[in-house]
């Protein structure tokens, strides 16, 4: 079976940093758009960020010059640099991956794959 892992998720003061991980297993042999999603509570879940299999990333104008989205292919992982973080940044983070190209305004639907999600909280 497949499985999208996330970790690295906790609680940080604003201006604090956290690296999240999405480790997969189990995905079969392809090219993949990935992409970090979060979701706040009461609020619809957002894009954070997409890379495609050559590396090209798209930033939420909300996280742009803040986040930074990478991979290592050889381990199979996803990650997510935050730095500079912002209470309004407090969500679930899901790591998601799609068969599709990462076209622009690429959705959730695309995503054939999702992990259970890391907790984010920024306290002021």
């Known amino acids: 079976q497949v499985q999208l892992v996330e970790s690295g998720g906790g609680s940080v003061q604003a201006g604090g940093s956290l690296r999240l991980s999405c480790v997969a297993s189990g995905l079969p042999s392809g090219s993949y758009c990935m992409a970090w999603f979060r979701q706040a509570p009461e609020k619809q879940r957002e894009r954070v960020a997409t890379i495609t299999a050559y590396g090209a990333v798209v930033y939420a104008d909300s996280v742009k010059g803040r986040f930074t989205i990478s991979k290592d292919n050889t381990k199979n992982a996803l990650y997510l640099q935050m730095n500079s973080l912002k209470p309004e940044d407090t969500a679930m983070y899901y790591c998601?991956?799609?068969?599709?190209?990462?076209?622009?305004?690429?959705?959730?639907?695309?995503?054939?794959?999702w992990g259970q999600g890391t907790q984010v909280t920024v306290s002021s």
């Open positions: 998601a991956a799609s068969m599709a190209r990462c076209y622009p305004g690429i959705i959730g639907s695309d995503f054939g794959y």
